[in-house]
T-cell receptor, first 117, second 115 residues
Framework: AQSVAQPEDQVNVAEGNPLTVKCTYS??????LFWYVQYPNRGLQFLLK??????LVKGSYGFEAEFNKSQTSFHLKKPSALVSDSALYFC???????????????FGSGTRLQVQP | DTGVSQDPRHKITKRGQNVTFRCDPI?????LYWYRQTLGQGPEFLTY????????KSRLLSDRFSAERPKGSFSTLEIQRTEQGDSAMYLC?????????????FGPGTRLTVT
């Protein structure tokens, strides 16, 4: 079975400071990893993904994430937080199981990011 | 708007009634997924289609739940004899099986309240 852990329910950071939202995963084999953001009363928006290749991936709105296979982590980062980044962030994993494998994503419970002015 | 759309956005129903939700995926996407999200939790997988074939169903999808994608385009999710525990946000997503496009794109969701 695959699972995702987001150990922090909430992360508070001051505007302009760097932010990190943590994610660890458990999956058989190699993972596909994703970050999504959810604003109030809106659907999930795709931010970035790791499929293969460079461990540091860049995504929308200046976000990036680092894949660390040995630590089974995929932390979301941004060098300088904006108030408008305040939202709910979800990490998700999908196992690479070939054509017959499961295609659905397994999500973490979410981390609320609060950026103070 | 060429994104995933869902209808209705909100549904209030009495316990025991049947409800049906519709999802229209991004037009060229051949995979369609249904998830359920309750307050304070991440989305949980319910079922997914590749074209018109339903390829996987979660154990969360009880006998009261049924989903269809008859022509490989839009999909419907029906809940029969609703229970209060069915109250949740029902999310639809779609994706494309080509290249490295593994990400799923989500609709705004249908919020179901069972009274």
């Amino acid at each position: 079975a695959q699972s995702v852990a987001q150990p922090e329910d909430q992360v508070n950071v001051a505007e302009g400071n760097p932010l990190t939202v943590k994610c660890t995963y458990s999956v058989s084999g190699n993972p596909y990893l994703f970050w999504y953001v959810q604003y109030p009363n809106r659907g999930l928006q795709f931010l970035l993904k790791y499929i293969t290749g460079d461990n540091l991936v860049k995504g929308s709105y200046g976000f990036e994430a680092e894949f660390n296979k040995s630590q089974t982590s995929f932390h979301l980062k941004k060098p300088s937080a904006l108030v408008s980044d305040s939202a709910l962030y979800f990490c998700a994993v999908r196992a690479i199981l070939g054509d017959t494998g499961r295609r659905a994503l397994t999500f973490g419970s979410g981390t609320r990011l609060q950026v103070q002015p | 708007d060429t994104g995933v759309s869902q209808d209705p956005r909100h549904k209030i129903t009495k316990r025991g009634q049947n409800v049906t939700f519709r999802c229209d995926p991004i037009s060229e996407h051949n995979r369609l997924y249904w998830y359920r999200q309750t307050l304070g939790q991440g989305p949980e997988f319910l079922t997914y289609f590749q074209n018109e074939a339903q390829l996987e169903k979660s154990r969360l999808l009880s006998d009261r739940f049924s989903a269809e994608r008859p022509k490989g385009s839009f999909s419907t999710l029906e809940i029969q004899r609703t229970e209060q525990g069915d109250s949740a946000m029902y999310l639809c997503a779609s994706s494309l099986t080509r290249g490295s496009s593994y990400e799923q794109y989500f609709g705004p969701g249908t919020r179901l309240t069972v009274t």
